[in-house]
């Protein structure tokens, strides 16, 4: 008896298919030069003494680059294959800088084929400092403060700090502001304030870093940014006497506060800066603005116009003007508790106070018009956007943000449409927009057209889910049309018969029933 097979799901059938379609290029064996690659410096004292949790958790089969995707070249593929195979197996005698000689050394390097190179190996772990060798022994290529940072972000994002002082030491003199941005980034996103005051201490004279009021506003704006204001006020109050902190310093150290939601120590912050003669500029103003909102959104949300109305005085008072970051804020909190209505009013009103919308502003009025199903003016704004001449924001993230809101309410038609408008606007959608669409469309019932949008898919190169795989919704299915029964003409034979039964039922109703007794045990 055959087993009974269990039907795949939608994740299964995309590693299936990217298992059995994917081309993987394989290197091309050169000469071998006759120059061998500069080794890596080792440090007598590591800084970041931390070791990785788990560099094999599933946060690290992700990307690591926050940067807008760069187009694939298909030597990045071999490259990253050659990297995962010295990761995965290590039977061969030969280093990777030096297999990445006798395969590659015709290549031309450039950031952007490395920065792909580092994409498409996720897992490859600490062969990656192989391959920083090899980038740094090729005498046609010049590393750059970017270029490092590529590597920095990439060991950044796995916890992988010791990896991370080594690419440091190994590249001192070239690092830069980047690099330093990287390595600050990752460490903040780690959860290591300390660590980050430690580092800035220490920069100058282990790594080479430049160390001045530039570079501890970077710092700053990293710990303040994730919610770390005390370590960071404690910083610029310690280096006071070093890097006199100027306004700009000021209003980063009271939006951090404001992330953190700490509103009282905003205002003591505020206060102190007052009182040694630093202006509060707008940075402050609007952090406390939606520092108040995000509060009385959690607490009281009725109360959320009379607060901010209550801060807008302050500023008035202050002299502050209002800047459009300002209504971005007041809209952005207003359409989150669904005050459309209020939200579209004040946008009608920025010109009263010389502001002009930006394309955040757009973006927030489309996506909670549409989220309250005014589809209409919804669509108007995009128009109102593209003649204000932004329509350079609308991108595959934007269109994907509307259609999943349009795909939630249910509005697929509308959704399409919108899809459409997408393709016009030269934005090429992805795997993640296909598939959204063909499971609302296979929901509906509308499998002709979800069938339409995956042929679609597989003509522009997209590996998008089959529409099998989805279900029809229970709310959309087409329920079976329901027959009504004729009655028919009753015969006189049936009629009697069913008047003798009335009758006999009448006269059993009139009959005495028996008592029941219940008999006693002795």
Known sequence: ????????????????????????????????????????????????????????????????????????????????????????????????????????????????????????????????????????????????????????????????????????????????????????????????????????????????????????KLVVGKLCEHGFASYAEKLV??????????????????????????????KRLVGEMNRGGFEIGAVAYNAMLDCVCKLCREKDPFRLQSEAENVLVEMDVAGVPRNVETFNVLISNLCKIRKTEDAMSLFQRMGEWGCNPNEITFLVLIKSLYQAARIGEGDEMIDRMKSAGFGNALDKKAYYEFLTILCGIERIDHSMSVFAKMKEDGCKPGTKTYDLLINKLCAHGKSEKANALFKEAGGNGILAIPPSSYKVDPRFAKKPAVTKKEKKRETLPEKMARKRSTLKKIRLSFVKKPKKTSTRAY
């Open 1 to 216: 008896m055959p087993r009974p097979t269990t039907p795949l799901t939608p994740l299964h059938l995309r590693t299936f298919f990217l298992r059995h379609f994917s081309p993987t290029p394989t290197p091309t064996p050169t000469p071998y030069p006759p120059h061998l690659p500069k080794p890596l410096l080792s440090l007598s004292k590591p800084l970041f003494l931390s070791p990785p949790k788990n560099p094999f958790s599933l946060s690290s089969l992700k990307p690591f680059s926050t940067s807008p995707p760069i187009q694939e070249n298909p030597l990045s593929h071999s490259l990253s294959a050659e990297l995962t195979k010295e990761f995965s197996s290590s039977e061969s005698s030969i280093s990777l800088p030096q297999r990445l000689d006798l395969s590659y050394s015709h290549i031309e390097l450039t950031p952007a084929l490395i920065l792909s190179t580092l994409n498409l190996s996720p897992n490859a772990g600490r062969s990656i400092l192989g391959f920083l060798k090899w980038v740094l022994s090729r005498s046609n290529f010049d590393v750059t403060d970017e270029v490092v940072s590529y590597f920095v972000d990439y060991f950044g994002r796995r916890k992988d700090f010791k990896a991370v002082n080594e690419v440091l030491e190994s590249s001192r003199g070239v690092v830069g502001d980047k690099t330093l941005g990287a390595c600050v980034d990752r460490l903040v996103r780690a959860g290591r304030p300390t660590q980050v005051v430690s580092f800035f201490d220490t920069m100058e004279k282990d790594y080479g870093f430049v160390r001045n009021l530039d570079s501890l």
């Open 237 to 266: 109050k310690s280096l006071a006497n070093e890097f006199f902190p100027d306004e700009c310093v000021c209003d980063l150290l009271v939006k951090g506060w404001c992330v953190d939601k700490k509103l009282d120590e905003a």
